[in-house]
């Protein structure tokens, strides 16, 4: 509740690439105080997200949706578009997964007793993760990374319309589409996700990469500034 410049900040705040320097200061007060201490520093992760190619999926059986686990998102929020999911025969539901958090702590928040066993509900392991992305139709989710890092893999992506207050809203930004409960059924939503344009896709991934960092360039910048400091 303090005003921004009485706040402590780093004399140095890395993010992945210009998009992020961009949009950070015009979300938060603070970071808006400070912009000027944002400096475009590339992953934290290794990731390649390859070449935005039109991908060329069947969509006369069931649509594979990737639903990645969320940390912060109720169960409440999450399992009844789960379960809505597979109550339509045409959507298969993948879920994916932290490789940093207890195995059965995800599949107890997210895999209710009726879904146990069920047919079209695979779990995913984190291993297993790109080479089940290459058949996914759609990547679905409230906030995870795993969107963002879809939108540069050019994978259609649908943002589940929950309480959770949203600090970045893809889908004001046209980054992606919402799937809501209260609309028409899952399939005919997911269908229209996962049908859009290749163009449309090429267009989010420039958006989301543009002006992207080196991990390796931050390190020397990082250094630099200790050795001049002593």
Not at 16 to 33: C, D, G, H, T, V
Not at 73 to 87: G, H, Q
Request: aromatic share 10%; with cysteine.
């Amino acid at each position: 509740e303090l005003p921004p410049q009485h706040y402590i900040f780093p004399d140095v705040f890395f993010v992945w690439n210009a998009y992020w320097q961009e949009r950070i200061p015009a979300l938060s007060p603070l970071f808006s105080y400070y912009k000027t201490r944002l400096v475009i520093g590339g992953r934290g992760y290794t990731f390649t997200p390859g070449a935005c190619v039109e991908r060329s999926l069947s969509y006369d059986t069931a649509l594979r949706v990737m639903v990645p686990y969320e940390i912060n998102v109720n169960s409440e929020d999450v399992c009844p578009y789960i379960e809505r999911m597979l109550a339509d025969e045409h959507i298969h539901v993948l879920l994916l997964l932290r490789g940093d958090i207890d195995r059965e702590v995800q599949l107890t928040k997210y895999r209710t007793p009726t879904l146990r066993d069920h047919p079209r509900f695979t779990i995913v392991e984190p291993s297993e993760k790109e080479e089940l992305l290459r058949t996914t139709h759609v990547v679905a989710g409230v906030y995870s990374g795993f969107l963002d890092e879809a939108i540069e893999r050019c994978i259609p992506v649908a943002v589940f319309e929950t309480s959770y207050p949203l600090f970045n809203d893809l889908v004001q930004d046209n980054l992606a589409c919402a799937v809501n409960l209260k609309e028409d059924d899952l399939s005919v939503q997911f269908k229209k996700v996962a049908l859009t344009p290749h163009s449309v896709l090429k267009e989010r991934r420039s958006v989301f990469m543009k002006g992207a960092g080196s991990p390796g360039e931050s390190l020397a910048y990082v250094l630099g500034r200790q050795s001049v400091s002593r």
